[in-house]
């Protein structure tokens, strides 16, 4: 295994960004990958270390097939998550006025983030869809559009220059993006971690989502998202993404994991790390009953019982 | 402590005849007391090693008073519960016709199971309540009376003869007495146990009650008793007496238990016993997901995580 | 039927005082029956126009009893609530002092109100079981007996003083008594009111008086009072018996009630009547989204969905 | 508003395949958009009668942002669904054999459909990503690149020949495709329906996705699938999409609907429309007690309670 990260290329992208926030990719080497799948086989196959890619309102694609990605095959673990706040550039080659844009590209997943702008100050644009937002910027270098929406970075990687910056629709304007390795022993607890798991329902009678919700809710876990996600094994039949608050080392969230693990067979563990969006010292503590020394209180209480010492 | 067990008195009663049927009696002495707080002070203080008291749908009373007792006071536990069928005989001094009975007595609990009976045989009888049904036949003794109903048993202690067996309205024929002595270690589980507690409720918002009963069903632990009682702090002030399937010893029911323990803080544990009404071989296994093993099995599943052995 | 009202006696007990306090009895005969039943079948039978009995926390028994009448055979109404605090006099013949007091009786049920005080001040005393509170009023002025616990009105009728009053125990010293008439239309709300119904279980899967509880909790109906009890029909097999927030007419409650009648087929309405015990004033307003306006709204949204006027 | 359908493009992608299985298409002008976002701002604008778009499990993008933009802006509503298989064919130009391919392109969605296949035949093919799997046909007419993966229904529009076809992994091998329009009345039930809805959380706290789904779960209403969507609003606020099986005319659907709108205020409605995969004659019955008839029933009961003629 090499020390190097895979990533969601190519280069010049919003994932790039967001992966060079993480101190330790100043000595690993960063290999761009055409594809999220791609990606991930080579930490499946030992070519790198880890790999980095979008999971959560990417405005390069990929998520769903992230999801799907960690979902099947050789299992992985997500170590970090990273948060950007995405805004666009308009690149055009050096001497471009806005007046004189008639064609503008970008990857599609890009258009909802800029669809207002253009709205305002090119509406009789034409738009065509770039394979990615770097790929879009060669376009303009090369001469084939006249201006192509990408991070503000990619400009003097293209030989082109920003005539707007900060261009973003008011929602949805940040990406998630996570760290993913093969499976090992996760971090320990910061104070403001997520713990991610896939289950597979048993069956769609009504209610089982509900059951499978009761396992986190009656033990006080909060869940900050959940997504159902067919498992290709025919229409009807979904697995649940699952991102819960709190480590799976507290015991909590380890006696919720049990919970589910015995109703659903099939559990697959993502990992516990660290939330990007919270400072530790900002989260709320656990609901009333729910923390370490309240579990710990409360098996004292029941050896007592057990021994018929009260 | 001395060798004897106390019980809801007077003798020749039902409770007595329950109590009997124990195989231990043999070897005790039988005090009947005055009445359930009595009798449950007798353990408290020493006096005796146990108490046998009526707890659900006597014909005898007492019931509502011995779930107060064993909610407040000192903490006691149950160790043995025994079904008994409840029928009445009419009992009469020698020689007394069915057509010469004017008056007839017994405890009013006895009443409900014993109206239609009077409605077709003794319509015009007039009806007076007794302290007990034991006190009902020692009145027809006196001659204050003309008939008493009680069990059949108390026929002899009084010297009277029963005109009629087997009395009962359908409904609600069987009484359940508990065996109550102080805290410790319960016995070993048969496979078809009971569990009692009661829990204090901490406010009467909506859905309280829901919560309370979700750390049971989220455990796949079935009720087979739910009472709300009042707690004497106030009206809308309640408690609730619970008994579940299983035993304490049952690792789905001791995380239901610690479930309770931390979220409500006041929980009292009444005791693990056999179920006197059914057959360890008849009782449904837990349901999936919910048996020891299956507790084990998540339990190594969940160390494999946290070691990233998966 | 005649202008009368039934109630549990004999006369001179908490029963008949609390029945005195609803201000028509002025017009109306108030007869004592020997039981519940016997009370209860006289509503039925059409000999009276109502009953008055004692439902939750008697001094004076019969609690069990009300409730599996109210459940079983002709349908029947609560129509009033009455609370009423209880406190005991101590009640002997003229001149009698405490130190010459040996021997005490009341109903058993008073029992557990009057301990602490006889363990203070009459230790060695003997008790001996009244069929009724007001009968053992009765035997002291008989002779048979020293002094017995009553209400203090019972001195009176029949010739005793009370040598002490005021005294109770601290906890559950207040009776609920409920007037049940035949079925008609419940009055109209008050702002303070509670629904009562009894529910049979369908089977006894766990689970299954969790999803009773969740069709009042998603409507935000609180509930007050929640009993199993045993329909007789085996053991194992109960129904509950359920007091709840608000009234019939409310929309939250007549939701709760029509989901719980499609899931239990078997359901008994027992009545909407005003609370006892608050001021219409100090009633909680339903829970945010629970009102019958917040109905109206949301069946006015679904009807432009539906129209597809949104 | 022209009797034209607006798609997702560019021409001869499986989005137009699918657009063309409705037989209303015959007689409708289709227009192909650069994107998700352009084709619904057509219906919203009156520019077109509605739009084709993915929905669900798409290898040509566009999911994430047709709920995110059915969300957000004017309201609409879905008509109609398609599922379509996706299988993928190889295309070249005329007489290119398979060992000549060394560049090889398509929509990165695609890329986990043809893993497989490629890891097999093609271990040692460049994959570029080109922004639609047209597009990467197009590129392969212009002589950009040997081999394309796209619909076999692509080849004649681009002069290509397919080498291979029926390509596809296991896994996720279908998408779902909806029609979408301005509000109106939803067509007529046709007893195998779905009902799709957006609700946003009203805060964060553990169980408030429990609450959400008691809705349904407590009125036998089956979810078919839950998303949890980020509203823009910061990190941490998300609103949910949620499919339901039985149409908004369905009493246990319109009830359960009515329980969101009062509990969750911002709740929109996206149209009951048929379900696409499941013959009508297939699908089960609700559960006990949640027929329209059951519902019709209980609401007589009610009434009749509310009368007092029970």
Known sequence: MSASYAYLGPEGTFTEVALRTLPETATRELVPMVSVPAALDAVRNGEVEAAFVPIENSVEGGITTTLDELVAGRPLMIYREVLLSITFALLVRPGTKLSEIKTVTAHP???PQVRNWLRNNLPDVLWESAASNADGARLVQEGRYDAAFAGEFAAARYGLVALETEIHDAENAQTRFVLVGRPARPAAPTGADKTSVVVWQRDDHPGALLELLQEFAVRGVNLM??????TGEGIG???????????????????ALMGLKRVYPQVRFLGSYPRAEVDPKEVRPPRAGMSDSEFSAASDWLARCQDGRF
């Open 237 to 255: 039949n979904y697995c649940f993404a699952i991102d819960a608050e709190g480590h799976i080392s507290d015991r909590r969230v380890g006696e």
């Open 225 to 230: 998202l959940l997504q159902s996600r067919p």
């Open 109 to 111: 997943a890009a258009q």
